[in-house]
């Protein structure tokens, strides 16, 4: 007999992946220029130069024995070394070189966390819209995903219904800031809201929760919004972060997790994210990747190119009559469905060559996500079919 809930996960990809993959098939038909795919939250900017400038310079100058050889399970010291110092010196005395973990991507790291800190049985509570596989991610380590709604139209956190998912089995929560799908940075008060709502439960429990920070479009915010780090508000927390969006280099999987040095059985929590990254088979992230982000610490590709594409699709979607929550960050949109049936509607915009995602797995009806980082040239010429869209339902004329 086999693992049955592996052959399904197997058999069946997820909505995002489906879409993408129809959208390659559709191209290979029609025209690579003719189809709009909105599906994937690919990078479409290039890597900043330094980053081949790092990746030559380490290939020339570096023993390629050492550079491409195992490190550490958790990472090689002097990687771990410049995390922790980078964390330190932008965000506050969090970490040292111990608490710091490095991984194949913040998948990895997510799934990673959840093994080490949750038992079967255990609930992991997230805010709606979430990113569909921290229900896989989860139920890898035994523990039921928990959706808690938040405020409408804003999607900022309710915290009166936080409250009230809280649950003796409660065991963690994750956050996503900036969201996928739909873009939106929590504020300061929230965050402290959601805190001070985790001590209070921490305590009635008599053990902690823990709150882990999914990382991978920190640095991706526009109008100098500012995105809370979670280990200035809370002890408890953990922070998983990925190159792959600040970086353009998703394919190359790499990102780490960090634990706060304030949190309760410090030493035993990273030990579990240690034995869970052995039992999982996430043990020593690719080397040469490593080195390559170890020295683009807080670098990033151009990310204007997706503030000018988020402000040339809002524009116009708005003016064709799409209800749209503008995003302080990430490269997502979510809008609202022209009907109630988000998965029909995004069947519909199919016939336009409009490739967009059903909100339903994300937890939230009504919605699609476009994924907005795509070439400037694809947002102009997406417009006309996106007016269309709107015609078919009447909405202009």
């Known amino acids: 007999m086999l693992n049955e809930r592996c052959v399904k996960l197997g058999k069946v990809r997820s909505v995002i992946r489906e879409l993408f993959e129809y959208g390659n098939a559709r191209k290979a038909q029609i025209g690579e220029d003719k189809v709009f795919d909105f599906s994937l939250g690919n990078p479409s900017v290039p890597p900043p130069a330094q980053f081949d400038e790092v ?96 405020e409408e139209g804003t999607f900022d956190i309710d915290i009166g219904a936080f409250r009230r998912a809280l649950s003796p089995a409660t065991k963690a929560v994750i956050i996503n800031s900036p969201n996928n799908p739909s873009g939106v940075v929590y504020s300061k008060e929230s965050i402290r809201q959601l805190c001070a ?53 998703p394919g190359e999987r790499i990102g780490y997790i960090a634990v706060n040095k304030e949190a309760e059985e410090r030493e035993d929590v990273f030990a579990a994210v240690c034995g869970a990254g052995r039992s999982l088979g996430y043990v020593c992230a690719p080397s040469l990747l490593q080195r390559v982000c170890a020295r683009l610490l807080g670098k990033t590709s151009d990310i204007s190119v997706y503030e000018r594409n988020r402000d040339r699709l809002c524009a116009a979607l708005e003016e064709y009559g799409y209800k749209v929550v503008r995003p302080q960050g990430a490269f997502y949109l979510f809008v609202q469905s022209l009907e109630r049936d988000a998965e029909a509607f995004s069947q519909r915009a199919k016939l336009f060559e409009l490739l967009l995602v059903p909100g339903d797995g994300f937890g939230c009806e009504g919605y699609v996500r476009i994924s907005y980082c795509v070439s400037p040239d694809m947002i102009e010429r997406s417009l006309p079919a996106f007016r269309a869209l709107a015609e078919s339902y009447g909405i202009i004329k």
């Open 55 to 150: 990746l030559s310079d380490l290939i020339k100058n570096s023993d390629p024995v050492s550079l491409h050889g195992y490190t550490s399970a958790p990472g090689a010291p002097d990687v771990r070394a410049a995390v922790a110092n980078y964390i330190n010196n932008t965000f506050g005395d969090h970490v040292e070189l111990c608490d710091i973990y490095m991984t194949c991507g913040a998948a990895a790291a997510i799934t990673i966390t959840l093994c080490a800190l949750c038992n079967p049985g255990d609930e992991v509570l997230t805010f709606v819209p979430y990113f569909p596989e921290y229900e896989v991610f989860a139920g890898q380590a035994g523990a039921k995903l928990v959706p808690v709604k938040t």
């Open 197 to 249: 709502a985790l001590e209070e439960h921490s305590r009635a429990l008599g053990s902690p929760v823990y709150l882990i920070s999914d990382e991978p479009y920190r640095e991706l915010v526009y109008g100098g919004e500012e995105v809370p780090y979670v280990m200035d508000y809370y002890k408890n927390s953990v922070v998983c972060y990925s190159f792959s969006k600040s970086l353009s280099v």
